[in-house]
């Protein structure tokens, strides 16, 4: 039981992290209608802006979290302008937008090998390595720290969405883009909001995670996870990112826990290929043609 | 018609000129001091040597280090006159960003095109093992530096001609933490957690167990994860459950400081213990505190006094701390100007025969090549531990394989 309640903490904290990524993928895809690859690189510049803030700046701690997340937040932005805007006039189709935001990854990545170097960095200690003890299960006072910001987060986002003139364009333009904008809806600045929403994620998310597993620049590579996770929940769909996010970490936890780490990822994937068999637009995605 | 073709051959020059120039560009760099041109009439009295290793990517910082120790070297020893009397020497480094694929590529464009007489590294197993066929087309050997799998040398029970290595190998390195492991320290009971995608960590796996197993101990938990994995908590759950004696991670250190912090935070108090994957400054940056205790299985002794003089040599270079790969690099290179220097003449093909019967004292050990394994026959190994920052030197170790 013990065992069970340890893997049931380890997959949601997973999941929760998961999760931070996976609603900035699906806030791009749901306006734009493609995979945005570059998220893990500004997700990485995230970590890397939150360290310097903290360290070479000295700024306080929650000052440099929203620092970065700011910053981050004004990078996706530049990243819209330079990398998709201009394929976006061009009517291009939705493949060179993916290749676009891979090329953006690798540069990024590339970038900060070339400039800050490939050595990895530790964010001072912020909060104490200690876990908290609630009977034999452990749990990390980090893990908390992020399981309730990824919350805050994500529930302030459904609030916006929801509640919001901006959050009601969002949702009209990601139903139809054209139409919207015959109805006088200013697309180009909604996917600046859009861009600009992911980026703060990524920001936050970056943070986080630098906190987490230190700062280097290959630590994008564990977007790819939470990508899968968004599509297994349904791209575009936020309350879907954040479930398949939940479920996929909780599914990786408990096959490594009870079956065999070896197997992990083949049995974590073969049960997503199975959910998309039987419901291809993922757990709580609509119906599309197109995914990409 | 004419002018189609005309334009088609044009095209396809281009893209051949740009293929050709698409590598990696070279981390050149002359020996002499300055860098600068050398004259014309000085040219042919230089010895080409490459060198191959990660200069991007998750192993860039050994790399690094490892192309700086021969840079380094090559500039004292031309400054004392260079080898074969009055030659100079010349490194060519190209970055294999720890890629086989792209180590295969390295090797053919510094035999091919840069016509190096000899190559140092890669210092990692698969990166090796893969361009045994470039060497032996070329007639050029590879002295590998921290390659420790058996197939970089040997393959099905013969010695490939033209590898080399200065390091032990991966059943030494497994036998001796296993026999370290269980004599010396007492541990019955271990736990493994391993790479289940890389060469060199599934080896290292192997090894251990079946002597961990042969001495009469017992593997409770042996658990896998997937190059890339940053979150090891479940894997560690289960390994807590299994109340092992010892950790044994046969891993490299970036993986190594996630799981011991990891590790620390779900209340596992366990010594941990490695191989040559986890010796880095790094590792003190990433978890010093949970790695306090830590058995390794190593190839140099830090505090030696042999190595202290390359160490501040290197130190006041750089202004950085020398990695483990720097000094197995210094070896490489004692190795190399010796074969160079018996065999009378900057040839790859004499270098190679030479390097046979080579026996040199290197830093991190006699190194005897023997003739049927191109392996450093006997090499000690050198059981250290971390204590604070450092690795404190707890004493030599060999193993008897059957």
Known sequence: ?????????????????????????????????????????VIMLGAYFGYYYLTAAGLPFPAAFIGAALTTCLLAVIIERGAYKPLRERKAPFLYFIISAMGTSIFLENMVIATIGPTFRSYPEVLSRTPIQIGSVSVGRLDLTMFFISAICLALLVFFIDHTKMGKAIQATAYNIKASALMGINTDLVIIVVFALGGFFAGIAGVLFGMKYTVYPQIGIITNKSFIAAVFGGLGSLPGAVIGSILLGIIETITSGYFSSQYRDLIAFVLLIAVLVFKPSGLMGKVTEDKA | MYKKSLALLLVSLMILTLALSGCSKPATETGSEGGGEEEATAADEIIKVGWMGSLTGDQAVWGQCELNTVKMLFEEINAEGGVLDGKKLEVIGYDTKGDPQEAVNVAKRLTGQDKVVAIIGPNASGNAIPIAPVLEEAKVPDIATVATNPKVTV????????????????????????????????????????????????????????????????????????????????????????????????????????????????????????????????????????????????????????????????????????????????????????????????????????????????????????????????????????????????????????
């Open chain 1, 1 to 41: 039981m013990t065992q069970f309640l340890q893997q049931l903490i380890n997959g949601l904290s997973i999941g929760s992290v998961y999760a931070l990524m996976a609603v900035g993928y699906s806030l791009v895809y749901s306006i734009m209608n493609f995979s945005n690859f570059a998220h893990g690189g």
């Open chain 2, 155 to 402: 393959l099905d029970g013969k010695v490939k001609p033209f590898n080399f290595r200065v390091c032990f190998i991966d059943p030494y390195q497994g036998a001796v933490a296993a026999g370290y492991g269980y004599d010396v320290l007492g541990f019955r009971k271990a736990a493994i957690l391993y790479d289940i995608a890389d060469d060199y960590s599934q080896g290292l796996t192997e090894f251990f167990e079946e002597f961990f197993i042969s001495k009469g101990g017992t593997i409770v938990a042996k658990e896998a994860f997937k190059f890339g994995d940053v979150d090891f908590r479940p894997q560690l759950s289960k390994i807590k459950e299994a109340n092992p004696d010892v950790l044994f991670l046969p891993v490299f250190f970036k993986e190594a400081a996630l799981i011991a912090n990891q590790a620390r935070e779900l209340g596992i108090t366990v010594p941990l213990m490695g191989g040559d994957g986890l010796p880095s400054e790094q590792l003190f940056t990433m978890a010093k505190d949970a790695v306090q205790g830590t058995y390794i299985v190593n190839h140099v002794d830090y505090d030696d006094p042999e190595v202290q003089d390359l160490k501040t040599r290197y130190r006041n270079k750089y202004g950085k701390e020398m990695e483990l790969n720097g000094y197995l690099a210094h070896d490489a290179v004692v190795l190399l100007i010796d074969a160079i220097e018996r065999a009378g003449v900057a040839d790859s093909v004499k270098i190679t025969e030479a390097l046979e019967t080579a026996d040199v004292q290197g830093v991190t050990g006699r190194i005897k090549i023997g003739k049927d394994t191109h392996n450093p026959e006997g090499k000690e190994a050198a059981i250290v531990k971390i204590e604070g920052d450092r690795y404190v030197f707890q004493q030599k170790y060999s193993a008897q394989l059957d």
